[in-house]
Structure formats: structure tokens, C-alpha cells
């Protein structure tokens, strides 16, 4: 049995008695993961980059012993203001916050290497960590860990990101690089910590491959873990604290300095609740003003919701808006591609509407289709397990028959039909879902935004005195949009 592993959980109350017996010292790790670019406070009055800052330099403030981690996808599916500063902004407060070490998540390799070290110039003080991500010659990008003392325990974190194909390393070969970069700090270090994005079941998975790692601080699969997770055949330590900057994690270790193990565990995730922790006024102002430069149309209130829009409806709500501004046919909006984020209730402004979709949705495509390849695509969908898009501009229904998924519209097989769909779900979600139908047309870029065409509907909808939600009952359907079976690399 390794000698490191955790021999005895303590309540962290009984640990001064242990430091009598033996060198042993306290540490606190507070970390987060799939901040997912929401710098903004939340519109549910829960989270937001400001409230992190002023809940992490409140405890900061108090103890000596912190270690300040983020496990990955800083990036990606966020407030307006984020994407315009092409998530600039994000690394910009996590510099400010102080945080010790980040590693990178699958969405912030989007942007590739060269990007990422420019926004680590924004973090100076800040690790940027990854072991698994190598150029063509075997090279890392960014180093593989860093050595933190804190209050006198030498602590490892290796940084990981999720392993897959190209330019990243398989499970195994992550798992062994792991492993060997464990081995090699073990003299000069207390603790190892592996600061990686992946979900609790791979860091239980790297456990067993990489023995000498004490602490998985995990991400990717927005986990809301409220106590840390011990694996019993390992012995190791998994914590995730949720995403879209609504929680803090909070690891309390007792650690036996002269044993080079853990004796003491305590762990919770702290809600970032307006008006139970600190806001970082200065952050807020400063968000604030970075919104009024770079989209000062954010704040502009378009319409009102009674009741929640979720994501089957938010998707139907895009549709008949990209329907509306494009003057096409028929319009399309894929619910677990697309759709991030519900519609609150209350005032909508411009970055409530981008958050649904924004992002994912920004670049917008027309093109070409028959009835029939329409309902080709629709099928395709189902039979392939891609989720479900939502439509507009024609009626159809969608349901499993005695041969298997069947399609029934109001479309003419051989009519030839203008349709318009975010650009990514005709990369991913239409391509794939139309293999083996023969060819495709090539499909050409519109001159509007998916934001400007859900704006332009939201006004409309306001100027009739309808709500947005009354809207989408006025026009009737069924919005149930099933998740994506194999969607993992989109978290």
C-alpha cells in the first residue's frame, strides 16, 4: 500500500491534538473548474467572477495556507463581454484573484498554444499547467507542474487535460506521464496533486495508473461534488466544485510532514450566493466598465419572461428567429449543441439572450436543402444518438415507428428549400446525421449574427406586448429536447 495514501480521516477540530505527536501542518485548497467564461454576476443571484474574487481574498485574508487552483475551461459558452474580449477578460480576473496554478481544459485549447501563452501574460503570477498536450516532436507546450511551499508542505501540482486524439495523449499514456512526473517530485515534495480536467470516473481511472498522486482536483464534467469523493481501492482524493463560476471548492488537508501523507480531510463547495459572500466591489466596477467598451448593448433590456425558458424552448425561441431575420424556409437550433443556458425569469437583456446560445451559435449559415434531405436530417439525429435540433418554418413530427425512427412533415420531398442553421451544428450535428446520403451542398456564411436575430425577435415579441415565454405558447409545440448521448467533448 503506498505509504502516502490517507491512513485516517480526522474532523479538522481533533487535528491541533495531532500536531502535538508528530510535524504536521494545515492546508487549504480552494478551487474551481468550468468557469466556462461567466465573469458577470448571475442572473439567479448566484455566482460570477466578482463574487469568487471577494469570497477567495476574504479567506485568503484570514489564513496563510492556501493554494488557489482551477481545473480547466476558463473558456467557452459565456457572458457577451467574455467572447468579445475572446475570453481575455477571464484570465485578466483570474490574474487579479491570485490564483496559484490552472490547467487547461478542452475548450481552451480551442484557440491552440500560441493564443493560450498570450493570455498567461495576463497571469503572470499564475502557472498555466499541462503534461498531456505535445507538439508533432514530443515537445509539451506548457510545463508539466510546479513545485508550491505553503507554510512549509512542499506540494506538487501536475496540471492534465482531458486525454484524447491529435496532439494529446491517450488515457494510458497520460496516466503513465502522470505517474513518472509523480515519481520524479516525490524526494522534494509532501503532497502531489493532480490539477486535471477530466471527470471524477477518469481521475479514479489516472488513480490506479498513477499511485503516487494523494489529490485529484477534477473538472469537465461539471460535478457538483459537496464532499470529496475517496476512492477506497486508492485511497486518493477527488474534489470538482460544479461550473459557470457559481461555487468554490474548499479542501481542508492535515498533513504529517515527516510521513509524507495525509492524516486529516475535510472538503466542501461553497455557493457563491449574492449577499452571503463578499462581492469584490473593484472586480465588479471593473467588469462593469470592460462591458461598456466592448458591448455596450449587453445591458439593454429586450423583453421579459414570466416563468423560465429551458433549453428545448430556447432553442425553439432561436429558431423561429433565425427564421424571422433570414427570410429562409426553415431554420434550425440544436438543443444540446447550441443551448447553454435557460432564459431566466424576469427582464431579459441582450447577454440573457446570449447566453443561451451566443456563443455557440454566433456564425450563422444558409444553404440549399430537399424535404427530403430536411427529413433526413432529422431522423439521422435520432438514429445516430446527436440529440434533437428544433425548427421552424414547417410543421414535422419525430417518432420511434415499428422500423425504427420515422419522420412525418408538412415538406414536399422534392421541393428545394432555403434553410439557415448555426454554422457549428452544420459541422458537427447535420453532417454527421447525414452520412451516406450522398452529397451536401456547401453552404454559405449570413451577414447577421445568431445574437442579432434573437435580439431582433425579442423586440418584436416586447413590441406586442407579449412576454418571451407567452410567445412560445402563443406559437404552440413541443420543445423537449433530448441531450446528446456522446456529447462529452462539448462540456
Same mark, same amino acid.
Given at each position: 500500500?503506498?505509504?502516502?495514501?490517507?491512513?485516517?480521516?480526522l474532523?479538522?477540530?481533533?487535528?491541533?491534538?495531532?500536531?502535538?505527536a508528530a510535524?504536521?501542518r494545515?492546508?487549504?485548497i480552494?478551487h =474551481?473548474n468550468d468557469?466556462?467564461?461567466?465573469?458577470?454576476?448571475g442572473?439567479?443571484?448566484?455566482?460570477?467572477m466578482?463574487y469568487i474574487?471577494?469570497?477567495?481574498?476574504?479567506?485568503?485574508?484570514?489564513?496563510k495556507?492556501?493554494?488557489?487552483?482551477?481545473?480547466?475551461?476558463?473558456m467557452? /459558452?459565456?457572458?457577451?463581454?467574455?467572447?468579445?474580449?475572446?475570453?481575455?477578460?477571464?484570465?485578466? +480576473?483570474?490574474?487579479?484573484i491570485?490564483y496559484?496554478?490552472?490547467t487547461?481544459?478542452n475548450?481552451?485549447?480551442?484557440?491552440?498554444?500560441?493564443?493560450?501563452?498570450?493570455?498567461?501574460?495576463?497571469?503572470?503570477g499564475?502557472?498555466?499547467?499541462?503534461?498531456?498536450w505535445?507538439?508533432?516532436?514530443?515537445?509539451?507546450?506548457?510545463?508539466?507542474?510546479?513545485?508550491?511551499d505553503?507554510?512549509?508542505?512542499?506540494?506538487?501540482?501536475?496540471?492534465? =487535460?482531458?486525454? /484524447?486524439?491529435? @496532439?494529446?495523449?491517450?488515457?494510458?499514456?497520460?496516466g503513465?506521464?502522470?505517474?513518472?512526473e509523480?515519481?520524479r517530485?516525490?524526494?522534494e515534495?509532501?503532497?502531489q496533486i493532480?490539477?486535471c480536467?477530466v471527470g471524477?470516473?477518469?481521475?479514479?481511472?489516472?488513480?490506479?495508473?498513477?499511485? !503516487?498522486?494523494?489529490?485529484?482536483?477534477?473538472?469537465?464534467?461539471?460535478?457538483?461534488?459537496?464532499?470529496?469523493?475517496?476512492?477506497?481501492?486508492?485511497?486518493v482524493?477527488?474534489?470538482?466544485?460544479?461550473s459557470?463560476?457559481?461555487y468554490?471548492?474548499?479542501?481542508?488537508?492535515a498533513v %504529517?510532514?515527516d510521513? /509524507?501523507?495525509?492524516?486529516?480531510?475535510k472538503?466542501?463547495?461553497?455557493?457563491m450566493?449574492?449577499?452571503?459572500?463578499?462581492?469584490? %466591489?473593484?472586480?465588479?466596477?471593473?467588469?462593469q466598465?470592460? @462591458?461598456q @467598451?466592448?458591448?455596450?448593448?449587453?445591458?439593454?433590456?429586450?423583453g421579459?419572461?414570466e416563468?423560465?425558458?429551458?433549453s428545448?424552448?430556447?432553442?425553439?425561441?432561436?429558431?423561429e428567429?433565425?427564421?424571422?431575420?433570414?427570410g429562409a424556409d426553415? +431554420?434550425?437550433?440544436?438543443?444540446?449543441?447550441i443551448?447553454?443556458?435557460?432564459?431566466?425569469?424576469g427582464a431579459?437583456?441582450v447577454? +440573457?439572450l446570449?447566453?443561451?446560445?451566443g456563443?455557440?451559435?454566433?456564425?450563422?449559415v444558409n444553404?440549399e436543402?430537399?424535404?427530403?434531405?430536411i427529413?433526413?436530417?432529422?431522423?439521422?439525429?435520432?438514429?445516430?444518438g446527436?440529440?434533437?435540433?428544433?425548427?421552424?418554418g414547417?410543421?414535422?413530427?419525430v417518432?420511434?415507428?415499428?422500423r425504427?425512427?420515422e419522420?412525418?412533415?408538412?415538406? !414536399?420531398a422534392?421541393?428545394t428549400?432555403r434553410?439557415?442553421?448555426?454554422e457549428l451544428e452544420?459541422?458537427?450535428?447535420f453532417?454527421?446525421?447525414?452520412?451516406?446520403?450522398?452529397?451536401?451542398p456547401?453552404?454559405?456564411?449570413?451577414?447577421? =449574427?445568431?445574437?442579432?436575430?434573437?435580439?431582433?425577435?425579442?423586440?418584436?415579441?416586447?413590441q406586442?406586448?407579449l412576454?418571451?415565454?407567452?410567445?412560445?405558447? /402563443?406559437i404552440?409545440?413541443?420543445y423537449?429536447?433530448?441531450?446528446?448521448?456522446? %456529447?462529452e467533448?462539448?462540456r
Amino acid at each position: 500500500m503506498n505509504f502516502r495514501r490517507v491512513t485516517c480521516f480526522l474532523l479538522l477540530a481533533a487535528i491541533p491534538a495531532f500536531l502535538c505527536a508528530a510535524e504536521t501542518r494545515t492546508l487549504l485548497i480552494l478551487h =474551481t473548474n468550468d468557469l466556462h467564461d461567466h465573469i458577470r454576476a448571475g442572473y439567479d443571484g448566484i455566482g460570477g467572477m466578482a463574487y469568487i474574487s471577494g469570497y477567495i481574498k476574504q479567506v485568503a485574508e484570514a489564513r496563510k495556507d492556501v493554494l488557489i487552483l482551477d481545473a480547466g475551461d476558463v473558456m467557452d /459558452k459565456g457572458d457577451m463581454v467574455s467572447f468579445r474580449s475572446k475570453s481575455r477578460l477571464m484570465y485578466e +480576473a483570474l490574474g487579479q484573484i491570485g490564483y496559484s496554478a490552472v490547467t487547461i481544459g478542452n475548450h481552451d485549447a480551442d484557440y491552440g498554444p500560441k493564443y493560450l501563452r498570450q493570455c498567461q501574460t495576463l497571469v503572470p503570477g499564475t502557472a498555466l499547467l499541462c503534461l498531456n498536450w505535445r507538439d508533432e516532436e514530443g515537445n509539451a507546450y506548457f510545463p508539466a507542474s510546479k513545485v508550491f511551499d505553503v507554510q512549509g508542505i512542499k506540494v506538487a501540482v501536475i496540471g492534465l =487535460t482531458r486525454p /484524447k486524439q491529435g @496532439e494529446f495523449f491517450g488515457e494510458q499514456e497520460t496516466g503513465a506521464a502522470l505517474e513518472r512526473e509523480a515519481e520524479r517530485l516525490k524526494p522534494e515534495t509532501h503532497l502531489q496533486i493532480a490539477l486535471c480536467h477530466v471527470g471524477s470516473l477518469s481521475a479514479k481511472k489516472l488513480s490506479v495508473l498513477a499511485p !503516487e498522486v494523494d489529490v485529484f482536483v477534477t473538472g469537465h464534467t461539471h460535478e457538483l461534488l459537496k464532499q470529496p469523493i475517496v476512492q477506497k481501492s486508492t485511497g486518493v482524493v477527488i474534489v470538482q466544485a460544479g461550473s459557470y463560476a457559481k461555487y468554490v471548492g474548499r479542501l481542508e488537508l492535515a498533513v %504529517d510532514l515527516d510521513a /509524507k501523507k495525509i492524516v486529516g480531510v475535510k472538503g466542501e463547495t461553497v455557493e457563491m450566493r449574492h449577499g452571503t459572500v463578499p462581492c469584490d %466591489d473593484t472586480m465588479a466596477a471593473w467588469i462593469q466598465q470592460k @462591458e461598456q @467598451e466592448l458591448c455596450p448593448e449587453a445591458s439593454q433590456i429586450v423583453g421579459r419572461c414570466e416563468k423560465p425558458v429551458h433549453s428545448g424552448a430556447s432553442a425553439k425561441l432561436s429558431a423561429e428567429a433565425l427564421l424571422k431575420k433570414s427570410g429562409a424556409d426553415a +431554420a434550425f437550433c440544436h438543443t444540446g449543441q447550441i443551448i447553454r443556458s435557460s432564459l431566466p425569469a424576469g427582464a431579459i437583456d441582450v447577454n +440573457a439572450l446570449f447566453l443561451t446560445g451566443g456563443q455557440r451559435g454566433n456564425i450563422v449559415v444558409n444553404a440549399e436543402l430537399t424535404g427530403m434531405q430536411i427529413e433526413h436530417y432529422l431522423q439521422g439525429l435520432m438514429k445516430r444518438g446527436k440529440g434533437m435540433t428544433q425548427w421552424a418554418g414547417f410543421e414535422a413530427e419525430v417518432k420511434r415507428g415499428e422500423r425504427g425512427w420515422e419522420v412525418k412533415s408538412s415538406l !414536399e420531398a422534392s421541393k428545394t428549400y432555403r434553410i439557415v442553421m448555426p454554422e457549428l451544428e452544420w459541422n458537427t450535428r447535420f453532417k454527421k446525421a447525414m452520412e451516406g446520403t450522398g452529397e451536401l451542398p456547401k453552404p454559405a456564411r449570413c451577414d447577421f =449574427t445568431f445574437i442579432d436575430a434573437l435580439t431582433a425577435l425579442a423586440n418584436s415579441i416586447t413590441q406586442q406586448g407579449l412576454t418571451l415565454d407567452g410567445y412560445l405558447t /402563443k406559437i404552440g409545440g413541443s420543445y423537449g429536447g433530448s441531450v446528446d448521448t456522446d %456529447d462529452e467533448d462539448d462540456r
